[in-house]
Structure formats: structure tokens, C-alpha cells
T-cell receptor, first 112, second 116 residues
Framework: DQQVKQNSPSLSVQEGRISILNCDYT??????FLWYKKYPAEGPTFLIS?????DKNEDGRFTVFLNKSAKHLSLHIVPSQPGDSAVYFC???????????FGKGTSLLVTP | DGGITQSPKYLFRKEGQNVTLSCEQN?????MYWYRQDPGQGLRLIYY???????QKGDIAEGYSVSREKKESFPLTVTSAQKNPTAFYLC???????????????FGPGTRLTVL
């Protein structure tokens, strides 16, 4: 059963605008969340993470928001650039977890 | 340069044959992992190893085997018992084993296995 869900398989955004990628989780034991970016035929690269003691974490153009009561997190990319076009995976784990639980990914296309 | 290497990048196998995928890291990480990715799917955990000479099954371990004789190496064997072996295989590592500290996993470039 999928414990981490990314319900939008794809998203298209114009260059310079904001990209918002969403992720929902079902396991209340999850307390650490990560976003990975992946290009075709390559391994995922770590982008940004957030602990459950925070509700926001920012790194340059990337911000992750966490709403624990809704079991929802989102990744904001501002401003979006064509090089951001990739598949973005949301992942979650817990202090007693042994691995990352991944969503199915959202394919982001940033058009000029 | 520190990193994770996987070889080969593309691998073809005849049905019924075993094949071993290589994963090496020079990051001095304790924990290593194997994931499988299928089209339109997230990454699913096959096996993980927290320390040398120790490894645990993940969610989809059937038809796979691993070894961890050295800290830097974690090869994955896809056996003939694996019913749908064609997939993209990703190796990862992290500084500490899970449950010790939170830390992100670093991924290798992947190996695409195709069974003919």
C-alpha cells in the first residue's frame, strides 16, 4: 500500500513562475521528509528535506512546507527555470524506519 | 571525487540467467541500499545493509540476493527466480544506518537491466 502519494503525475509551468509540487502521506510515524530530483536514466539527487519539528525549510529557490495535521507537504520552486524540468520524488522516513518510502513522482516541465 | 558508481549502465540478460550488478562507494558511508524503479512507479526497496557482513530484506527481496563483504561494495544478484527483472536498478548509501540519525541517501547513476 502506497504510504507516500504524489497525485499529480505531471505539471507544466512557464519559466519564471512558481512551481508547486504536492505530496501526501498516510503513516503518522513519518517525521522526516525529503525531495529528490531525477533526470531520465540517472540516479535521484537530493534536493531539500524537512523535519517534523518544522513547518518550513528554505534553500535558495526551493522551499518545502509541511502541514502535519493534514499529512501534506509541498515543494515550491520560485522562479522556475527550464533546467528544473525533471521528475521530482517525495520521500518519507521515521526515526525507527530503515528506508525511504517514495512517492511515484511528478514530472515537471518548465517551458520558456 | 567521492561518489557512488554502478556498473554497467546497461545490461542485457537472457531469461533464466543470473546476473550481478555492481555498486561501489568511496564516501565511507556505513549504510547501503538497493532500489528498483519501474516506469511510472516510485523507488521500491530490495535490500539494505547497515554494516559490513549484515544485510536485511526490503519490500521486494524475492528473487534477489546481496552480499556486503566490504564497506565500500554492495553487489546485487538478480536470480532466475525473479519473475519480472527488467527494470532500472538504483544503489544508494547514507552516512549512518537508518534509525541513528536522519540523513539523506545518495544515489548512484543506476543500471538498466533488460531481460531478453
Amino acid at each position: 500500500d502506497q504510504q507516500v502519494k504524489q497525485n499529480s503525475p505531471s505539471l507544466s509551468v512557464q519559466e519564471g513562475r512558481i512551481s508547486i509540487l504536492n505530496c501526501d502521506y498516510t503513516n503518522s510515524m513519518f517525521d522526516y521528509f525529503l525531495w529528490y530530483k531525477k533526470y531520465p536514466a540517472e540516479g535521484p539527487t537530493f534536493l531539500i528535506s524537512i523535519s517534523s519539528i518544522k513547518d518550513k525549510n528554505e534553500d535558495g529557490r526551493f522551499t518545502v512546507f509541511l502541514n502535519k495535521s493534514a499529512k501534506h507537504l509541498s515543494l515550491h520552486i520560485v522562479p522556475s527555470q527550464p533546467g528544473d524540468s525533471a521528475v521530482y520524488f517525495c520521500a518519507a522516513t521515521s526515526a525507527i524506519g530503515y528506508a525511504l518510502n517514495f512517492g511515484k513522482g511528478t514530472s515537471l516541465l518548465v517551458t520558456p | 571525487d567521492g561518489g557512488i558508481t554502478q556498473s554497467p549502465k546497461y545490461l542485457f540478460r537472457k531469461e533464466g540467467q543470473n546476473v550481478t550488478l555492481s555498486c561501489e562507494q568511496n564516501l565511507n558511508h556505513d549504510a547501503m541500499y538497493w532500489y528498483r524503479q519501474d516506469p511510472g512507479q516510485g523507488l521500491r526497496l530490495i535490500y539494505y545493509s547497515q554494516i559490513v557482513n549484515d544485510f536485511q530484506k526490503g519490500d521486494i527481496a524475492e528473487g534477489y540476493s546481496v552480499s556486503r563483504e566490504k564497506k565500500e561494495s554492495f553487489p546485487l544478484t538478480v536470480t532466475s527466480a525473479q519473475k519480472n527483472p527488467t527494470a532500472f536498478y538504483l544503489c544508494a548509501s547514507s552516512i549512518d544506518p537508518p534509525g541513528v540519525t536522519y540523513n539523506e541517501q545518495f544515489f548512484g547513476p543506476g543500471t538498466r537491466l533488460t531481460v531478453l
